[in-house]
């Protein structure tokens, strides 16, 4: 799930059914008010399931993209609001919890402060870089200060010890993110360039540079990232996880990174205990060593001043804020800032996530989503293990391995056994936002250094918050998760029955349990290392298949007559949801022969309403910008594709609306995707 920010981030609502003593009986759960039945469900059912949802739910004009995820964000952030701003308004003991949230909150809310602050906050440390004078010195001032500029290095478990850390080297530098923005001719390409290229000038305007300073920078700075692009990996390339894994001594940088002094930087980083990294993309980290090395040092200099500007730019002024804004409505679409108190609220969310979580499950996560959650995964375990059995392609010796994987899949549901200690985090109202955001990163950085640098890896901690609505797969610790935030209506319904939810937090399930055997989970083994477990003969009958779901949704349009998908980039996630729709509904016809089939409801049969329980979780709209950014930028497909495309390669979707070849949508049986 998710890459856009917060795309995919919301948390739970109040549940009254928390407080029930006896649970209400089950209704179909179907959002029928949604539907256009105008429209055919075999020419278009994205718009036939939901066509009518934005009728009934308005896009908040902040918002880029809204749908149904985004609304369940929304709504939770005024929860969760409305108990921080509890906190703030109250008088609470310095240094507890709540003196943390509650002044972290009110720093962020300080609109009057933050405008009379202005750069302020900044410029000692604009000055400390200006007045670097050798190469040696901004190397070191990088170092010390946890600052790579062109690169990124961190703590990271490694792909084939699973169970120890390792330091990781890898490609950054690209204020875009993406190669093809530097490399591209197209029109629409061009045209985020130069908004990108004018929102740096603004900014360095915004931080006391004058508008000949400020340009001359910006020069510098795209033509360092312009050169750093084109070695860059493509988000195809990043795909493949051997092609990103490279074990290497501290030794042998120096040959793969010229004169680059590795050893130095590293012990001023305070990894001096490393002797192996994995180098992730040799040839881009090579490329930003050899300009490290190489440029004149106020390229360098403007480089690490964009870094930190950049940096700082959500925690200053009102005229900061206003420039990110024109810069997100030019490449996302959208309309209006955000509210001042739902950026404060998610600032405290995302900086004190573990506090929030804790207050936040104790108050609306009821035990019984957790019990009726363990009974979904594990029927959508077994019915994947059904589905491995059955592939004519695999061989026996495999599907053994597989069935092994399967079966040691540790399940996360709710919230962590244990949450972060946060008693030596100091937020100091006295300080400006932007210092308490630097000393809360320091806090952060140590506590992660102290528990992974060359430590093994705990494989209970979690890498989402409990109050996060996403789930994921982990392939270094074979481990699915379901945050408490996800376990919420629309998309998991205690009082829904099991029609709506197989059709949507039963897809989920299964969604992140085929991650384990997409074409990116399947090299990892059950203990979480990069291996091929597969006979050769078996990649490749797999291959065929994912050659096919590549070709098929790079047919399909994003934005019609514009712009298609990204077959390629988003493999993995359309594998995963052609397994998660099979899986669960196989899964959800257990359950009806266990417990009995369900009865229709509104002329729709239990099949039925389990694909429009599917196409709600992807109800919505979104700008073109913002499709046109996320094709560049994320793995998944569009949400409109993810339901045309997904039950077009899904037989039982056929059998459930009776799809005929004149339909739109319709695959012929002989040329649908079968994988898993």
């Not at 949450?419 to 210092?435: A, F, N, R, T």
């Not at 102290?450 to 989402?464: I, L, T």
């Not at 949704?553 to 052609?578: K, Q, R, Y």
Request: aromatic fraction near 12%; include cysteine; proline fraction near 5%.
């Amino acid at each position: 799930m998710g890459t856009f920010k917060r795309i995919f981030i919301a948390a739970l609502l109040v549940l009254s059914l928390a407080s029930c003593k006896q649970r209400p009986a089950k209704v179909a759960g179907i959002y029928y008010e949604n539907m256009d039945t105008t429209v055919c469900p075999g020419d278009d059912f994205a718009r036939y399931a939901t066509g009518r949802w934005i009728e009934h739910n308005p896009q908040p004009p902040e918002y880029p993209m809204w749908g149904t995820v985004y609304k369940v964000d929304d709504e939770n952030t005024r929860t969760l609001a409305a108990m921080i701003q509890e906190i703030a308004s109250s008088k609470n003991k310095k240094g507890s919890i709540e003196q943390k949230i509650g002044d972290l909150y009110n720093l962020a809310m300080d609109s009057t402060r933050l405008n009379a602050e202005g750069a302020a906050p900044l410029i000692a440390r604009l000055k400390e870089i200006q007045a670097i004078g050798s190469r040696e010195e901004l190397l070191h001032n990088c170092a010390v200060n946890h600052e790579e500029i062109l690169f990124a290095l961190y703590v990271t478990t490694d792909q084939k010890d699973a169970d120890n850390h390792i330091v990781g080297i890898s490609q950054s530098g690209l204020s875009l993110g993406n190669r093809d923005y530097y490399l591209s001719d197209d029109p629409q390409t061009a045209s985020v360039r130069e908004a990108m290229k004018e929102h740096i000038v603004n900014l360095f305007k915004l931080s006391g540079y004058t508008e000949e300073s400020a340009t001359d920078r910006m020069n510098r700075i795209w033509a360092i990232e312009s050169s750093l692009a084109i070695p860059y990996y493509s988000q195809e390339m990043q795909r493949d996880p051997e092609a990103n894994y490279h074990k290497v001594s501290v030794d042998s940088l120096a040959v793969i990174c010229g004169n680059f002094d590795w050893k130095t930087f590293l012990t001023n980083y305070r990894y001096d205990k490393t002797d192996v990294v994995d180098l992730g993309q040799p040839e881009p980290v090579a490329k930003a060593c050899e300009i490290l090395m190489t440029a004149p040092l106020e390229d360098l200099k403007a480089i690490y001043e964009w870094n930190i500007i950049s940096g700082a730019s959500n925690y200053l002024s009102d005229d900061f804020s206003d420039e990110n804004f024109e810069f997100s409505r030019k490449l996302y679409g959208t309309q209006e800032k955000t509210p001042r108190w739902k950026s404060a609220e998610s600032l405290v969310d995302n900086l004190m996530s573990d506090a929030v979580g804790q207050m936040f499950v104790a108050k609306y996560f009821p035990a019984e989503a957790k019990k009726e959650m363990l009974e979904l995964v594990g029927n959508l375990q077994k019915s994947l293990a059904e589905r491995i059995k059955a592939q004519e392609w695999m061989s026996e010796s495999t599907k053994a391995t597989a069935l092994e994987k399967l079966a040691a899949y540790t399940v996360k549901i709710g919230y962590p056994d244990k949450w972060d200690d946060i008693s030596g985090l100091v937020i100091d109202p006295s300080k400006s936002l932007y210092e308490n955001i630097i000393a809360a990163s320091e806090f952060y950085w140590e506590m992660s250094y102290e528990k992974n640098y060359n430590k093994p890896v705990d494989k209970s901690r979690w890498q989402m918050p409990a109050q996060m609505v996403n789930a994921y797969y982990d392939p270094t610790t074979n481990e699915i998760c379901f945050p408490a935030g996800f376990l919420q209506p629309p998309l998991f319904d205690l009082s829904a029955d099991a029609a709506a939810n197989y059709g949507s937090i039963g897809v989920v399930i299964g969604h992140e349990m085929t991650h384990g055997f997409d074409d990116q989970g399947r090299q990892y083994t059950k203990d979480g290392n990069l291996e091929d477990w597969w006979s050769p003969e078996d990649a490749e009958k797999f291959q065929v298949p994912c050659n096919q779901m590549v070709e098929f949704f790079n047919s399909l349009w994003v934005i019609p007559g514009e712009l298609h998908a990204n077959g390629a980039t988003c493999l993995g996630e359309n594998i995963a949801d052609h397994g998660g729709l099979n899986i669960a509904y196989d899964a959800f016809q257990m359950w009806q022969k266990k417990h009995g089939r369900l009865p229709e409801d509104h002329g729709f049969t239990p099949e039925q309403r389990f694909f429009l329980s599917y196409a709600n979780l992807w109800a919505g709209t979104a700008s073109d910008e913002i499709l046109r950014y996320l094709t560049m930028m994320d793995v998944h497909s569009a949400p409109h594709l993810r339901v045309n495309g997904g039950l077009a390669q899904c037989d039982y979707w056929y059998d459930a609306f009776g799809i005929q070849p004149d339909a739109a949508l319709y695959v012929a049986p002989e040329d649908r995707v079968r994988i898993w």
